[in-house]
């Protein structure tokens, strides 16, 4: 179930209110003591969080929602220091990763219990339902829901966190929908978008050092602009031996690219979905874009409609 943008934060007894949190999404189930974490996009991702992967004690055929999360060097969840561990698989390099930056799994909803759909039960009784269960040995942890969302919105901004999410306390769980029962409010413009194409560094010719993203539409994908800030030797890398087989002779955008930006470009299929930060979008542009990470977890379909 999906979050809408909203425009004000709503009040009253019948809105419950939660800390939007800067990770990856991903449904769990638990099924013969066995866990098995999935992404949005429904790629298995279990072996990517070992530390996450022991099963609490919550009875067979158990379902959760939640997302994964990380700390960077400020104590807070930032999807940066997860970017390097979705990617790698050697199960040696995993755990040394999993050692070094421990991720945590923050459960806010509860589909299934001990064989039983919950997703017609409204959302207080779920929420009752999860506080409930015994998930300390397993590295989980069931976030606080609040009252006060305008309360919950300023604190969140204080603390640099990035944002909150607003859901109906009667609101039925609806698998892969996007309703307005469910209301997000980030703080920092921060949205994911679909890479079409990359520019070389200056007097080469395969160092990557900018991405061309857009921004998937009913029409098309839709040219946003060029992202090279947050874009290091690392990312370069990286970034080039993902899109090297996804090579074309064509521009993917269905309206023009500026030729300053299409000079030099190597244009790829559109299939590679990245975060970027920016103060804005002006003139259907990217306003000083930062490149943040690969979201692997979401495909260009799940940005049509409104970002993650």
């Known amino acids: ?95 040394r990763l999993a050692e070094r930056v421990p991720a945590t799994y923050m459960v806010f909803d509860l589909l299934r219990l001990d ?70 409010f980030p703080h920092r413009h921060r949205g994911s978008f679909v890479v079409g194409g990359w520019r070389p560094q200056t007097g080469t010719s395969d160092r990557l050092a900018a991405l061309l993203v857009g921004e998937p539409t009913p029409d098309g994908l839709m040219y946003r602009g060029r992202v090279g800030s947050g874009i290091g030797a690392k990312q370069s890398r990286l970034l080039a031996e993902l899109l090297a087989p996804l090579t074309r002779t064509a521009t993917p955008f269905a309206d023009e690219v500026p030729r300053v930006d299409a000079a030099g470009t190597t244009w790829v299929e559109p299939v590679v979905v990245v975060d970027v930060d920016t103060h804005g979008v002006g003139y259907a542009r990217l306003r000083q874009p930062s490149y943040q990470g690969v979201r692997s977890d979401l495909a260009p379909d799940d940005l049509i409609g409104g970002t993650a």
């Open 1 to 95: 179930m999906l979050a809408s943008p909203g425009t004000h934060v709503p009040p009253g007894e019948d809105w419950r209110h939660e800390v939007k949190w800067d990770g990856v999404r991903a449904l769990t189930r638990v099924s013969g003591g066995v866990v098995t974490m999935t992404s949005r996009n429904a790629n298995r991702i279990t072996a990517a969080w070992p530390e996450l992967a022991t099963a609490p004690a919550v009875g067979d055929d158990t379902v959760v929602d939640g997302e994964i999360i990380a700390l960077n060097e400020r104590g807070v969840p930032d999807f940066r220091v997860l970017a390097d561990r979705m990617h790698v698989r050697k199960p040696a390099a995993v755990a």
């Open 115 to 184: 064989g039983e759909d919950l997703c017609a039960l409204p959302l207080e009784e779920r929420r009752a339902r999860l506080a409930g269960l015994d998930l300390a040995r397993s590295g989980w942890q069931v976030p606080p829901e609040y009252d006060d969302g305008a309360m919950l919105l300023e604190a969140t901004r204080a603390q640099g966190l990035e944002g909150i999410v607003s859901k109906r306390a009667d609101s039925t769980y609806r698998p892969g929908q996007r309703t307005p029962h469910w209301l997000k």
